[in-house]
């Protein structure tokens, strides 16, 4: 007998093109012999509501990036309605989506991350000029919620650092801005099923400009491919993921992002929905590691309906 499976995707963020990419590469992959499929453009909460009250889904898949889909929003509104869904729940979701408030968490945990000065969008810049200027240039500035590199910009003095911070507030962000390490970066994601946790192999980044931005990621043929890093880092990397997963309530699956210099390994960010695009990581560390999508999204699926 099939499940019923309702998808969510789309939404209203600015992540809303990479979301709806998602949904038509998982729906090419999709086991339909298993599930009864429903997908739901959820750009309205009344409507999502009623069409889960008509379907009555077995579980849910969201496929939502960014905004209420990714913050916690969405996973509080399934978990009030007892309906089950793949995948982080609230209070991580919005623990992950928020870097300042993750940062702080992995940093007291002894996890490295980067040196960085956090802004609330409503505070004057000018104040955090010496902090700005104690990271050295060039660094970072990002909207401290944004997802898919949106809105990031690399700045190489203070006055290209207020530049970049009134972008950000014009995405209604708060603004984190880094110190600019020029290193490697690579990702791991850790998956979570009925034996524990266990992550796919760490993937090298070879990017072709300073940082992997949203162009590299969606627009490219990025060069992609198992790490040449030392084996000793690639375990640590491997282990500080599945840590940093743990810390911070992570459940289902999640990408770990870091950035390598030297011997130093430091934790980007945590994602708990990364894209499911043809050309997104997850997807691709699958088909790197001879696995496909179709099995993968069984297992998440089968890990969720069980607990």
């Given at each position: 007998?099939?499940?019923?499976?309702?998808?969510?995707?789309?939404?209203?963020?600015?992540?809303?093109?990479?979301?709806?990419?998602?949904?038509?590469?998982?729906?090419?992959?999709?086991?339909?012999?298993?599930?009864?499929?429903?997908?739901?453009?959820?750009?309205?909460?009344?409507?999502?509501?009623?069409?889960?009250?008509?379907?009555?889904?077995?579980?849910?898949?969201?496929?939502?990036?960014?905004?209420?889909?990714?913050?916690?929003?969405?996973?509080?509104?399934?978990?009030?309605?007892?309906?089950?869904?793949?995948?982080?729940?609230?209070?991580?979701?919005?623990?992950?989506?928020?870097?300042?408030?993750?940062?702080?968490?992995?940093?007291?945990?002894?996890?490295?991350?980067?040196?960085?000065?956090?802004?609330?969008?409503?505070e004057n810049p000018y104040l955090y000029k010496n902090e700005i200027d104690e990271l050295i240039y060039p660094v970072i500035v990002k909207p401290n919620k944004g997802g898919?590199?949106?809105?990031?910009?690399?700045?190489?003095?203070?006055?290209?650092?207020?530049?970049?911070?009134?972008?950000?507030?014009?995405?209604?962000?708060?603004?984190?801005?880094?110190?600019?390490?020029?290193?490697?970066?690579?990702?791991?994601?850790?998956?979570?099923?009925?034996?524990?946790?266990?992550?796919?192999?760490?993937?090298?980044?070879?990017?072709?400009?300073?940082?992997?931005?949203?162009?590299?990621?969606?627009?490219?043929?990025?060069?992609?491919?198992?790490?040449?890093?030392?084996?000793?880092?690639?375990?640590?990397?491997?282990?500080?993921?599945?840590?940093?997963?743990?810390?911070?309530?992570?459940?289902?699956?999640?990408?770990?992002?870091?950035?390598?210099?030297?011997?130093?390994?430091?934790?980007?960010?945590?994602?708990?929905?990364?894209?499911?695009?043809?050309?997104?990581?997850?997807?691709?560390?699958?088909?790197?590691?001879?696995?496909?999508?179709?099995?993968?999204?069984?297992?998440l699926i089968k890990f969720e309906t069980k607990k």
């Open positions: 007998m099939k499940s019923n499976l309702m998808i969510l995707k789309g939404g209203i963020s600015l992540e809303r093109e990479i979301s709806l990419k998602s949904f038509e590469n998982v729906i090419e992959n999709i086991d339909k012999e298993k599930y009864n499929i429903l997908d739901i453009d959820a750009k309205d909460v009344d409507m999502l509501i009623q069409s889960i009250n008509d379907f009555k889904p077995d579980i849910i898949l969201n496929l939502m990036h960014g905004g209420i889909g990714e913050d916690g929003t969405i996973q509080a509104l399934l978990t009030l309605l007892n309906i089950k869904y793949v995948g982080s729940k609230s209070l991580a979701s919005g623990i992950c989506m928020d870097k300042n408030l993750s940062k702080t968490i992995l940093k007291v945990n002894n996890i490295p991350v980067i040196d960085y000065v956090y802004i609330r969008k409503n898919s590199s949106i809105g990031i910009k690399i700045a190489k003095n203070i006055e290209e650092v207020f530049e970049a911070i009134e972008s950000v507030k014009e995405l209604e962000e708060d603004v984190l801005i880094e110190k600019f390490i020029d290193g490697k970066e690579a990702i791991c994601s850790v998956i979570q099923n009925e034996n524990g946790l266990y992550v796919l192999p760490v993937l090298d980044i070879n990017r072709d400009k300073e940082i992997f931005d949203y162009s590299a990621k969606y627009n490219k043929d990025t060069n992609i491919h198992f790490s040449k890093l030392p084996k000793f880092l690639q375990t640590m990397i491997k282990e500080v993921a599945k840590k940093s997963f743990n810390l911070l309530k992570c459940e289902g699956y999640a990408n770990v992002d870091f950035i390598i210099k030297d011997d130093d390994i430091y934790v980007l960010e945590v994602n708990t929905i990364p894209g499911f695009t043809k050309k997104s990581l997850l997807p691709r560390g699958l088909d790197l590691s001879n696995k496909n999508l179709k099995d993968f999204i069984n297992e």
